[in-house]
């Protein structure tokens, strides 16, 4: 199983901020990555497939970067609406497997 | 628009039984491949089975082989989980998400239902 890490567990930073936030893959998932973005009592919503193609109606403010073991998620300039937890997820092999989480807190 | 709306979870024994239903809309429903996700509470995402949009391929988790069982209608466009012989450690939200492309990622998600298993 392909075991995602992500760093920092969480990240603290004021509206209007850069985030970047890391993924590390235990093995070479290619370019198959996606990132999702979940709020408190919501469901994750996808942001970006493929490393780096943002989904149908993401901002521009985030952007992915990365393949094989090393993948980036950006957000330009933090929105109050972009404080949440952030989540990669490969689909190189199964089981598809996800990371523990980022949380982008309010400094 | 697409929707995806779970149904079924509740608080059940270990060893118990119980079947999620997940009623899909806006869009064609036996196109689409189809995923349950979990999440445990305050924990992160796990990843539970697949099916096909034809039900011919299906895939699971190690942790849920042989126990959890992934079907749907099409003509009901339903989306099932029989999860049987269940476990504490089975305790989660349990989401149906829309796969993005051949098994691949997920692309829409219901807002889930809560699964207890406790004695």
């Known amino acids: 199983e392909i075991v995602l890490t992500q760093s920092p567990a969480t990240l603290s930073l004021s509206p209007g901020e850069r985030a970047t936030l890391s993924c590390r893959a235990s093995?070479?998932?290619?370019?198959?990555l996606a990132w999702y973005q979940q709020k408190p009592g919501q469901a994750p919503r996808l942001l970006i497939y493929d490393a780096s193609n943002r989904a149908t109606g993401i901002p521009a403010r985030f952007s992915g970067s990365g393949s094989g073991t090393d993948f980036t998620l950006t957000i330009s300039s933090l929105e109050p609406e972009d404080f949440a937890v952030y989540y990669c997820q490969q689909r190189s092999n199964w089981p598809r497997t996800f990371g523990h989480g980022t949380k982008v807190e309010i400094k | 628009q697409v929707q995806l709306v779970e149904s079924g979870g509740g608080v059940v024994q270990p060893g118990r039984s119980l079947r999620l239903s997940c009623a899909a809309s806006?869009?064609?429903?036996?196109?689409?491949?189809m995923h349950w996700v979990r999440q445990a509470p305050d924990k992160g995402l796990a990843w539970v089975a697949l099916i096909w949009f034809d039900g011919s391929k299906k895939e699971y988790a190690d942790s849920v082989k042989g126990r959890f069982t992934i079907s749907r209608d099409n003509s009901k466009n339903t989306l099932y989980l029989q999860m049987d012989s269940l476990r504490d450690e089975d305790t989660a939200v349990y989401y149906c998400?829309?796969?993005?492309?051949?098994?691949?990622?997920?692309?829409?998600w219901g807002q889930g239902t809560l699964v207890t298993v406790s004695s």
């Open positions: 093995q070479s998932v290619s370019s198959y």
């Open positions: 998400a829309r796969d993005y492309r051949k098994g691949s990622y997920f692309d829409f």
């Open positions: 806006g869009f064609t429903f036996s196109t689409q491949g």
